[in-house]
């Protein structure tokens, strides 16, 4: 019963990786790629490793996953923070469609 | 700037919190009781945390009590559930045929004063999909947003940062 249940999980996981490529390859600027990418990934792998626990239960494995799901948690917001920030500050330019550009205006001032 | 006080009580405190947390990672990786690993886990985590209490210090952690675990772990659920309320939002933008996106960068503003606060809410922020930190700059966070509903800084705070940062001000103030 349990297999079952992970199995289901990861499999949810495994999609929201499928949507975070697809995000990836549709979007058009690099900003709104990496909402798709970092986010829609996050949650992905963390579906995937608790699935993971689902399956195997609380022993070392287990736990690991656990430990793991707690660095992505921290470290990909932070990873996505930089390069849109490098990016930003190397002067990539947002979608022609994009509503507005604060940042710019700030920088300007 | 909250201005850290450097005494011996607020170090010793932090070399405390760190050991702690030291030793519970290094259990939950081995997952073995043996006497070696417990006497290997201890000095490691020991001389660890000697050397970095100093930085665990600076970054400026509140102490602990039991309302602030309480909210921390509300504010843990609050948060699961944006972030995946908002992944099928993001989701339903990507594969949709035309992608209903309208992008752009806006302001929102903070009430929070500490530094470790400010990075938690950015954090969050960045974790809930279709918006992202791009920078801080003194009490004004820069905002990326998949889907710019208003550019109205007061507006924005209450869409984006409101729901998280009031239970960070009970956790970190």
Redesign the interface.
């Known amino acids: 019963m349990n297999n079952i249940i992970g199995y289901i999980i990861i499999g949810i996981g495994v999609l ?1 990786n499928l ?1 975070g490529c ?2 990836l390859l ?2 058009p ?1 690099v ?2 790629r ?3 990418a ?3 990934v ?2 992905g792998i963390c579906f995937v490793l608790i699935g993971v626990v689902v399956i195997v239960g609380f ?2 494995l287990g ?2 996953a ?2 793991c799901m707690v660095f992505i ?2 470290t ?3 990873g ?2 930089a390069l ?2 490098g990016a ?1 500050k190397s002067g990539v330019k ?2 022609k ?8 205006d ?1 920088e300007s001032k | 700037m909250i201005k850290q006080k450097h005494n011996m009580g607020n170090k010793l405190r932090s070399f405390f919190y760190l050991f702690i947390l030291l030793i519970f ?1 290094w259990f ?2 081995t ?1 073995s009781f043996d006497i070696q690993e417990v006497i290997t886990g201890i000095l490691v985590s020991l001389v660890l945390s000697l050397f970095l209490s100093k930085t665990f210090n600076e970054l400026g952690f509140p102490p602990f009590s039991i309302k602030r675990g309480f909210f921390f772990l509300t504010y843990f659920i609050v948060l699961l559930w944006e ?2 309320k ?2 099928f939002d ?2 339903y933008r ?2 949709h045929p035309k ?1 209903p ?7 929102i503003k903070t009430k929070l004063k500490s530094n470790i606060a400010k990075l938690a809410l ?2 969050s922020i ?5 918006t ?4 801080i ?1 003194d009490d004004q966070l ?1 905002i ?1 947003w ?1 889907n ?1 509903k208003t ?1 109205d800084i007061e507006e924005d705070t209450k869409i984006i940062g409101e729901k998280f940062e009031k239970y960070l001000r009970i956790i970190f103030e």
């Not at chain 1, 469609?97 to 710019?104: E, L, Q």
């Open positions: 929201f949507f697809i995000g549709r979007m600027d900003y709104c990496l909402q798709a970092t986010k829609c996050t949650l022993n070392p736990v690991k656990l430990i948690l921290v990909s917001p932070t996505a923070h849109a920030r930003h947002l979608w469609k994009s509503v507005c550009d604060k940042y710019k700030k | 990672v939950a990786f997952s972030i995946i908002a992944n993001v989701a990507i594969i992608m996106i309208k992008p752009g960068i806006v302001i950015a954090n960045t974790l809930t999909p279709g992202f930190t791009l920078d700059r820069l990326h998949i710019v550019t």
